[in-house]
Structure formats: C-alpha cells, structure tokens
C-alpha cells in the first residue's frame, strides 16, 4: 500500500473544533496559523457544527472561515478531511485539498516512517448510519434541503445547529478500547491510525497498530504537532488565551 502522501514534521493537526456561537475557538486557532504557518495543516473534520457546500445558510454564516483556511492553502498546504456535520465541501475551496468521506481513510507516511491512516473516524459505522451518510451526501437531496431550508428562512439549519449544541461532546466512552478493537479489521493494515470524531483524546496498542483518537478542540482548545521524537509523534499543544 503506497502512501498518498508524506506527512512532514511540524505539521499541525486539529480536530472536532464544533464551531458555534458558543464555542468560536476555532477562528482564532486559524489567525494563530496564519502568524506562522506550519508546513501542513490537517482539519480533521467537524469544524463545525454544521456547514454543508450545498446548503446556502452555513455558508453564509461561516464564509470568514471558508476565506480564512482557503488564504492558509495559498502559504501551505492544507487538507480538510469531511466528518458527518461538514461535507459537500469542494467547491468552497480553491486551495485546500478536501478528502471526503469515499477517500478516507487516507494513506500517508509519518516522518518516522511509519505507515499511517487519516480519516475523521465515522467512516466504519453500523449499516443504518451507512445509509444515513451516504442518503444526506446525494445532490439531490441537499437540494431540496438548501431550497426548504432557504424558505424557512434557515429553520431547518437553525434546528440542526441548536440540537447540537446541547449534546455533551467531552464525555467518555466507555470501553472505547473495546470498541475501536472491534472495528480495526475494516481497516486496512498499518503502524499507525489517527482519527478524530470520538473526541477521546487517548492512544493505545491495538494487534500492533498504534491508535490515536484526537482531542476535540471543542473540548480543550488543544491541537497536535507531528513530531519525529521516537516518545509521540503527535505532540498535544494548546491554544493560549483560551479556556476549555
């Protein structure tokens, strides 16, 4: 399995940062990197709480952000893997590489050498969400979202976004390890995985692959800096001036 791409040292990851009117971290994670940008920034999906290419409202709301990480893809290289609350997201971007969801996992080599697979995490679920996830992916049906929503005057996006707001993002999973044990065989077979989605912030040893879960931002305002130190390769920095 040859990689799709070299990962570099120094390359920041973030994941699960739920932008919303009460968490807005997120913008301000992007001003930091704009100050000094990294040789590559990964997105790991769920920025946001909800923005979808095809649905005019998100975009609207959200059109600082889009502008602000396309001006990052001009000074490095940028690669935005979509989760279940971002998606369609291609045509917002001229200079940002948008892995969906049918390309995740995405193979790439860390600096060490390793083997590694990126994906946000919600790509192996049970046979009812995998007909949910590719049913509010079909064109079609995000148009005949986008026109109700747009004469509604944003309620169905509205809705979305407040029922998501009250869901409790930073609690534990029990048995997590459990869990990503049973899942591993749909992956294929690597050193390492690196996901987000669970927003566990833990790593552990499964059958020989080391299994990363990254941290929401959401949750801790921290982020990761790929490193070629043999003790972690993802090194968890925070984002000052920001309190969890």
Same mark, same amino acid.
């Given at each position: 399995?040859?990689?799709?791409?070299?990962?570099?040292?120094?390359?920041?990851?973030?994941?699960?940062?739920?932008?919303?009117?009460?968490?807005?971290?997120?913008?301000?994670?992007?001003?930091?990197?704009?100050?000094?940008?990294?040789?590559?920034?990964?997105?790991?999906?769920?920025?946001?709480?909800?923005?979808?290419?095809?649905?005019?409202?998100?975009?609207?709301?959200?059109?600082?952000?889009?502008?602000?990480?396309?001006?990052?893809?001009?000074?490095?290289?940028?690669?935005?893997?979509?989760?279940?609350?971002?998606?369609?997201?291609? @045509? #917002?971007?001229? !200079?940002? %590489? $948008?892995?969906? &969801? *049918? +390309?995740?996992?995405?193979?790439?080599?860390?600096?060490?050498?390793?083997?590694?697979?990126?994906?946000?995490?919600?790509?192996?679920?049970?046979?009812?969400?995998?007909?949910?996830?590719?049913?509010?992916?079909?064109?079609?049906?995000?148009?005949?979202?986008?026109?109700?929503?747009?004469?509604?005057?944003?309620?169905?996006?509205?809705?979305?976004?407040?029922?998501?707001?009250?869901?409790?993002?930073?609690?534990?999973?029990?048995?997590?390890?459990?869990?990503?044990?049973? @899942? #591993?065989?749909? !992956?294929? %077979? $690597?050193?390492? &995985? *690196? +996901?987000?989605?669970?927003?566990?912030?833990?790593?552990?040893?499964?059958?020989?692959?080391?299994?990363?879960?990254?941290?929401?931002?959401?949750?801790?305002?921290?982020?990761?800096?790929?490193?070629?130190?043999?003790?972690?390769?993802?090194?968890?920095?925070?984002?000052?001036?920001?309190?969890?």
């Amino acid at each position: 399995m040859s990689p799709n791409l070299i990962i570099q040292e120094g390359a920041l990851f973030i994941a699960d940062a739920h932008d919303s009117a009460e968490r807005s971290f997120f913008f301000d994670f992007l001003l930091h990197v704009k100050q000094d940008p990294p040789p590559q920034l990964f997105l790991m999906g769920d920025m946001f709480d909800l923005l979808v290419g095809s649905v005019d409202y998100g975009v609207k709301q959200y059109q600082r952000y889009i502008d602000l990480i396309d001006e990052l893809g001009k000074c490095c290289e940028v690669y935005y893997f979509e989760g279940n609350h971002d998606f369609d997201l291609s @045509k #917002l971007f001229h !200079y940002v %590489k $948008v892995i969906p &969801i *049918a +390309e995740q996992p995405f193979t790439c080599k860390l600096p060490s050498g390793k083997s590694c697979l990126l994906l946000h995490g919600d790509k192996y679920g049970g046979f009812i969400h995998r007909c949910y996830t590719k049913m509010i992916r079909n064109r079609g049906v995000l148009s005949v979202l986008n026109v109700l929503d747009g004469l509604l005057q944003g309620f169905i996006s509205q809705k979305i976004q407040n029922n998501q707001r009250k869901k409790m993002l930073c609690k534990p999973i029990g048995h997590f390890a459990t869990l990503i044990q049973r @899942k #591993l065989h749909f !992956y294929p %077979k $690597v050193d390492v &995985i *690196a +996901e987000g989605h669970y927003h566990q912030n833990t790593d552990f040893m499964v059958v020989g692959t080391h299994y990363i879960n990254f941290s929401s931002f959401a949750c801790n305002q921290s982020y990761f800096s790929v490193q070629s130190s043999p003790e972690t390769e993802f090194a968890q920095k925070q984002l000052r001036g920001c309190n969890g």
